[in-house]
């Protein structure tokens, strides 16, 4: 073995990493010595300043109930639990999704009904929910998957139809428009954001659940803690006597710290900044990538739309001569970390025994799920970066 490599040997580029600033340090740094570290003053104003930013930048009086939780996860709990669904009730739902968004119906011991997607968009078919639907049905969870809106008006006119209420999984989709309305403003009852490490911004842990329904997100903040009816900070900034608090149902754990909003209130101010950058990158691979036997990412339906670009995922089309795991021990074998999204729910033991399914059930996922790799697509990485991405799949193909 040799001590002088004839070429150098490239760091290996990480699948995703966040990007943290000097401000968003500096607010953790102030966090910490002020003596209030869990939820308080910041977890509020990230709220609001998150509510100001779904409303176009006008503060103010907006309707938007925005309610700050440590992680989507929880808040799609809370949403659910606030609607009221539970035992004897359905809930449909993509199965080319993460657990996530699937567990917390089980959470309610509510079942979970997996639809398959539309191949063009990889989002969840509109047709397939409403072939699903039964007389336990209660809700829809459309997922904007990769940051790709869901066609929110064939969701509401199905909703409207069947009397259901609409949660929508938001994890990949800050900042998404659809028909010009960044999604978080649609008239769904409830919309949940998460601030994950590999978000397309990041708390470390963290969400927002977003609700119109003043109801909703009473239910949901009582919840949030222990079914406390005021929280910590109430208690601590009040004029009654602080001691004093009822709990009026089994709550969660659920509030985001301060420490964790201080990140996010300068993350929020960077998430257009950050948009623009990913779509250059997705561009970028769109262009590079164009004549290969690739199915590229779709783009929005309507001109003018936002795409959030979580995720920059490629499918292998009928004529690629490689396989999915060929594609991607290669960009492994040059340092390219890459990622699969998703394996679809109907092939885990767990989703798979509970409700006896079949890959023939979900012919689209389950071909997408067989061809698909998703490229590394995040703010920090370099035009060189980039390049070297393109460089190694086009090598993968032997171009
Ligand atoms: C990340 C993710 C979630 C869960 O988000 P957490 O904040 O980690 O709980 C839910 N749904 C989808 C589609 C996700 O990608």
Redesign the pocket.
């Known amino acids: 073995m040799s001590n002088t490599p004839s070429q150098p040997v490239l760091p290996f580029l990480p699948f995703a990493l966040p990007e943290i600033g000097e401000e968003e340090i500096a607010e953790v740094v102030d966090t910490l010595r002020s003596g209030w570290v869990t939820t308080g003053p910041k977890a509020r104003k990230f709220e609001e300043a998150f509510g100001t930013y779904l409303n176009g930048g006008q503060a103010g009086e907006h309707g938007l109930h925005c309610i700050a939780v440590n992680?989507?996860?929880a808040g799609l709990h809370l949403a659910l639990e606030a609607l009221g669904i539970g035992p004897g009730d359905e809930v449909i739902t993509t199965t080319h999704?993460?657990t996530?968004?699937a567990e917390v119906v089980r959470y309610l011991g509510a079942d979970v009904k997996l639809v398959d997607i539309d191949p063009a968009t990889l989002n969840i078919d509109p047709a397939a929910i409403e072939a699903a639907i039964t007389p336990r049905t209660k809700c829809i969870m459309p997922?904007h998957y990769a940051g790709l809106a869901v066609d929110m008006d064939a969701i509401h006119d199905i909703a409207q139809r069947h009397g259901l209420k609409v949660v929508e999984?938001a994890?990949?989709a800050l900042p998404t428009t659809f028909k010009g309305q960044l999604v978080g403003l649609h008239a769904s009852d409830a919309v949940v954001f998460?601030?994950?490490a590999n978000?397309t911004m990041t708390t470390g842990?963290?969400?927002m659940l977003v609700t119109r329904n003043a109801e909703l997100a009473a239910r949901a903040k009582v919840m949030r803690l222990h079914g406390i009816n005021r929280d910590a900070f109430d208690r601590f900034t009040a004029k009654v006597p602080s001691w004093y608090y009822e709990i009026v149902a089994p709550g969660f754990k659920y509030n985001l710290t301060d420490i964790a909003a201080a990140l996010g209130l300068h993350q929020l101010t960077r998430i257009d900044g950050f948009q623009v950058r990913r779509e250059q990158i997705a561009t970028r691979f769109d262009e590079a990538l164009a004549d290969l036997p690739l199915v590229l990412p779709p783009r929005p339906q309507h001109a003018g739309d936002l795409h959030a670009w979580h995720l920059y995922v490629v499918r292998l089309s009928d004529e690629a001569t490689l396989t999915r795991d060929q594609l991607i021990d290669s960009l492994f074998a040059d340092g390219i970390g890459v990622s699969v999204h998703y394996i679809p729910l109907h092939l885990h033991p767990y989703w798979k025994e509970r409700y006896d399914l079949q890959p023939v059930q979900f012919p689209h996922s389950q071909k997408a799920y067989e061809r698909m790799v998703s490229l590394p697509l995040y703010t920090r990485m370099t035009d060189a970066d980039v390049e070297r991405v393109i460089t190694a799949v086009r090598k993968a193909f032997g171009r």
């Open positions: 992680s989507a996860t999704t993460f996530a968004t997922v999984d994890a990949h998460s601030f994950y978000k842990e963290g969400g």
